[in-house]
């Protein structure tokens, strides 16, 4: 009968609690030790009253002591770790309780906590620890505050590596992360600690490599929040700078699983973001690489993740696009709330419609290289794909013009990698293409006034097409032409936005220049009044620069013009007057001058074709023109 009573005998709630107000230390470690033995950690009214009977002094006392910095009665150096991971397991249960981790005396502990984890006391209070540091920056308003403040980044990034994958430690950790950055400024964070949250980056993009729980996602989610932020231009850098790039590994790791299993939508466009931002600091051959974290042979394919990122991609286009026409065409008919919604879909589709473009860039670049980093038949696979997804965007702009829209970010964004591909394919969906080529130069982003850079975007395409008669008469006989002229005007002229980008000034300068090469070959009329404005432009280009290139290629298209005109006639015109004519006659006693030196120089020699096309033409049109002749003769 004795033997049965004998679990009777265990001490209560009551009897800690008694002991926790006792007078002497010793009692109340007693109390505090039987409270970590059955106390419900889901129990907070318990809780709440074995912190009002211990009381905030008594357990600031045992922390120090357990850090050495103060002494219990009783107390010896033999037990300071036990006090010290007695303290830290009470505070972080306590803590469980809001009321409790929301107080000013356990805000006032993060700095003692920050210096026992960076003392690495050891890892069996480590866990605690950041359990603590969360709740408390949690549930205080100056918490996460405090925590910065005190030095809780560097904290973090000294120890995060050293965590052990997927433990309640790192789950903490990560979480602590997410709380910074999501209520201080993220731009403050960024410019601070860009090393420290390069070293963090690399630790949480392996759990979201290595982790198969609900840690994977939060890892997905922290790493877009910090590398896809608009603030992250340090962090990049350095990630960028590190000599051990395992993080992208990581990443890529990462993003492959999320893409090739059955997960929310939401995941694999979140997981595409990613990817997006990771090529932006590595390059597109991020897109090929190793899959295996070990050294051990790889299994998986190297070309895997640009086969799924560009599948995945390919599906979100087509379902946004899909979504947007309904929203702009169809829905606005009901109901104009739908503002939020296109916006949000136009960023998506900003974002998977540049990682069709790093594709396109990554086959290219392949191809230039003669390499064999993919086989036939995956290049065959991912040409007839984006194939198919250019048909689609096609369609997609042309059910924008049927309905009259040239203005808006989406369809720029269409043109963008409509252009991007046909640089590289420009006979790819050649009547389509055609078709709609006047509408595509026609539009506009949202924050522009006139078409500009749809037609930059296009220019690849248009100067490779007009190398031949055919091409020339599609541009033509659209009226396309008009708008390439438009655009090496702003590119050039006085009022140029964009004067230094010589990649899309020579390439519309190319175009014209085979326009008006061929243009009695072509079918149609070319509306002057154009290219006479564009005379004023090359002469105001050319007219203060000793590059000999430019000097050359304005001269070309001058010569070419004139052949159409003559002096009287364009002194007649309104966007042309004397000191235009005399700014070109220089340029072209300049071009001559250059090329009549026996093409010595090697600058020279590259610009033969263009000499004799200035010189050629200076001999049809030069009785038209005596202010040039005389300026040339002088």
């Given at each position: 009968?004795?033997?049965?009573?004998?679990?009777?005998?265990?001490?209560?709630?009551?009897?800690?609690?008694?002991?926790?107000?006792?007078?002497?230390?010793?009692?109340?470690?007693?109390?505090?030790?039987?409270?970590?033995?059955?106390?419900?950690?889901?129990?907070?009214?318990?809780?709440?009253?074995?912190?009002?009977?211990?009381?905030?002094?008594?357990?600031?006392?045992?922390?120090?002591?357990?850090?050495?910095?103060?002494?219990?009665?009783?107390?010896?150096?033999?037990?300071?770790?036990?006090?010290?991971?007695?303290?830290?397991?009470?505070?972080?249960?306590?803590?469980?309780?809001?009321?409790?981790?929301?107080?000013?005396?356990?805000?006032?502990?993060?700095?003692?906590?920050?210096?026992?984890?960076?003392?690495?006391?050891?890892?069996?209070?480590?866990?605690?620890?950041?359990?603590?540091?969360?709740?408390?920056?949690?549930?205080?308003?100056?918490?996460?505050?405090?925590?910065?403040?005190?030095?809780?980044?560097?904290?973090?990034?000294?120890?995060?590596?050293?965590?052990?994958?997927?433990?309640?430690?790192?789950?903490?950790?990560?979480?602590?992360?997410?709380?910074?950055?999501?209520?201080?400024?993220?731009?403050?964070?960024?410019?601070?600690?860009?090393?420290?949250?390069?070293?963090?980056?690399?630790?949480?993009?392996?759990?979201?490599?290595?982790?198969?729980?609900?840690?994977?996602?939060?890892?997905?989610?922290?790493?877009?929040?910090?590398?896809?932020?608009?603030?992250?231009?340090?962090?990049?850098?350095?990630?960028?700078?590190?000599?051990?790039?395992?993080?992208?590994?990581?990443?890529?790791?990462?993003?492959?699983?999320?893409?090739?299993?059955?997960?929310?939508?939401?995941?694999?466009?979140?997981?595409?973001?990613?990817?997006?931002?990771?090529?932006?600091?590595?390059?597109?051959?991020?897109?090929?690489?190793?899959?295996?974290?070990?050294?051990?042979?790889?299994?998986?394919?190297?070309?895997?993740?640009?086969?799924?990122?560009?599948?995945?991609?390919?599906?979100?286009?087509?379902?946004?696009?899909?979504?947007?026409?309904?929203?702009?065409?169809?829905?606005?008919?009901?109901?104009?709330?739908?503002?939020?919604?296109?916006?949000?879909?136009?960023?998506?589709?900003?974002?998977?419609?540049?990682?069709?473009?790093?594709?396109?860039?990554?086959?290219?670049?392949?191809?230039?290289?003669?390499?064999?980093?993919?086989?036939?038949?995956?290049?065959?696979?991912?040409?007839?794909?984006?194939?198919?997804?250019?048909?689609?965007?096609?369609?997609?702009?042309?059910?924008?013009k049927d309905h009259g829209q040239t203005k808006g970010d989406d369809l720029l964004a269409s043109v963008r990698v409509v252009g991007s591909y046909l640089a590289e394919t420009p006979l790819a969906c050649k009547e389509k293409v055609g078709e709609?080529?006047?509408?595509?130069?026609?539009?506009?982003?949202?924050?522009?006034?006139?078409?500009?850079?749809?037609?930059?975007?296009?220019?690849?395409?248009?100067?490779?097409?007009?190398?031949?008669?055919?091409?020339?008469?599609?541009?033509?006989?659209?009226?396309?032409?008009?708008?390439?002229?438009?655009?090496?005007?702003?590119?050039?002229?006085?009022?140029?936005?964009?004067?230094?980008?010589?990649?899309?000034?020579?390439?519309?300068?190319?175009?014209?220049?085979?326009?008006?090469?061929?243009?009695?070959?072509?079918?149609?009329?070319?509306?002057?009044?154009?290219?006479?404005?564009?005379?004023?432009?090359?002469?105001?280009?050319?007219?203060?620069?000793?590059?000999?290139?430019?000097?050359?290629?304005?001269?070309?298209?001058?010569?070419?013009?004139?052949?159409?005109?003559?002096?009287?006639?364009?002194?007649?015109?309104?966007?042309?007057?004397?000191?235009?004519?005399?700014?070109?006659?220089?340029?072209?006693?300049?071009?001559?001058?250059?090329?009549?030196?026996?093409?010595?120089?090697?600058?020279?020699?590259?610009?033969?074709?263009?000499?004799?096309?200035?010189?050629?033409?200076?001999?049809?049109?030069?009785?038209?023109?005596?202010?040039?002749?005389?300026?040339?003769?002088?």
């Amino acid at each position: 009968m004795e033997q049965h009573e004998q679990p009777k005998q265990s001490p209560s709630l009551e009897d800690c609690l008694k002991l926790l107000k006792g007078e002497r230390d010793e009692q109340r470690l007693a109390g505090l030790l039987l409270v970590t033995k059955f106390c419900n950690k889901d129990d907070y009214d318990s809780i709440l009253r074995v912190y009002d009977a211990v009381g905030n002094q008594f357990l600031d006392r045992l922390l120090r002591t357990g850090m050495g910095k103060g002494g219990l009665s009783g107390s010896g150096g033999d037990n300071r770790d036990v006090y010290l991971q007695l303290s830290i397991t009470v505070l972080a249960a306590l803590c469980r309780v809001p009321e409790i981790a929301s107080s000013e005396d356990m805000v006032s502990k993060i700095p003692l906590m920050l210096e026992i984890m960076s003392k690495e006391f050891g890892s069996s209070v480590i866990e605690e620890c950041y359990e603590f540091l969360f709740l408390v920056s949690n549930a205080h308003k100056d918490g996460v505050s405090r925590l910065y403040d005190s030095g809780g980044i560097s904290v973090l990034a000294s120890q995060i590596s050293t965590l052990p994958d997927g433990s309640p430690s790192v789950e903490f950790a990560m979480r602590l992360v997410q709380l910074v950055i999501s209520k201080l400024p993220l731009h403050t964070v960024n410019n601070e600690y860009p090393s420290e949250l390069a070293m963090m980056v690399t630790t949480i993009a392996k759990q979201f490599a290595v982790s198969h729980s609900a840690l994977k996602f939060e890892a997905l989610h922290l790493l877009s929040t910090i590398i896809s932020s608009k603030y992250s231009a340090p962090l990049r850098e350095a990630l960028h700078s590190m000599k051990d790039d395992i993080w992208s590994t990581f990443i890529r790791v990462g993003v492959v699983a999320i893409l090739q299993n059955r997960v929310a939508p939401s995941e694999k466009l979140q997981a595409l973001a990613l990817a997006e931002s990771t090529i932006s600091i590595v390059g597109e051959g991020w897109l090929i690489g190793r899959m295996s974290l070990f050294d051990t042979q790889d299994p998986v394919p190297a070309d895997r993740c640009m086969l799924l990122v560009l599948e995945s991609s390919r599906v979100e286009v087509a379902v946004l696009l899909n979504e947007l026409a309904y929203l702009k065409y169809e829905a606005s008919k009901i109901s104009s709330s739908n503002s939020e919604s296109i916006l949000l879909k136009q960023q998506n589709l900003a974002i998977v419609f540049s990682l069709v473009e790093r594709i396109i860039k990554l086959i290219s670049d392949l191809d230039e290289d003669g390499g064999s980093v993919i086989s036939e038949s995956t290049l065959m696979k991912v040409i007839s794909g984006l194939n198919e997804t250019m048909g689609v965007v096609l369609e997609y702009l042309q059910d924008a013009k049927d309905h009259g829209q040239t203005k808006g970010d989406d369809l720029l964004a269409s043109v963008r990698v409509v252009g991007s591909y046909l640089a590289e394919t420009p006979l790819a969906c050649k009547e389509k293409v055609g078709e709609i080529l006047g509408y595509m130069l026609s539009i506009e982003g949202e924050d522009e006034p006139s078409p500009f850079y749809s037609i930059c975007f296009l220019l690849p395409m248009l100067c490779q097409t007009t190398m031949e008669v055919n091409g020339c008469k599609v541009l033509v006989s659209s009226g396309a032409y008009k708008a390439v002229v438009e655009c090496l005007i702003k590119l050039i002229g006085p009022d140029g936005c964009m004067v230094d980008d010589y990649g899309s000034i020579f390439l519309a300068c190319d175009t014209i220049l085979s326009l008006l090469l061929k243009r009695e070959q072509i079918l149609g009329s070319l509306d002057d009044a154009y290219f006479v404005r564009l005379l004023g432009a090359l002469a105001y280009w050319a007219g203060n620069i000793d590059d000999l290139s430019v000097i050359m290629m304005a001269s070309s298209i001058c010569a070419l013009i004139f052949d159409s005109t003559s002096e009287e006639a364009l002194l007649q015109h309104p966007y042309f007057d004397h000191s235009n004519l005399i700014n070109l006659s220089h340029l072209i006693v300049r071009s001559l001058s250059v090329c009549g030196q026996e093409l010595v120089s090697d600058d020279a020699k590259a610009q033969v074709d263009l000499h004799q096309i200035i010189a050629s033409g200076y001999s049809r049109w030069a009785d038209r023109f005596p202010h040039v002749r005389e300026a040339v003769e002088r």
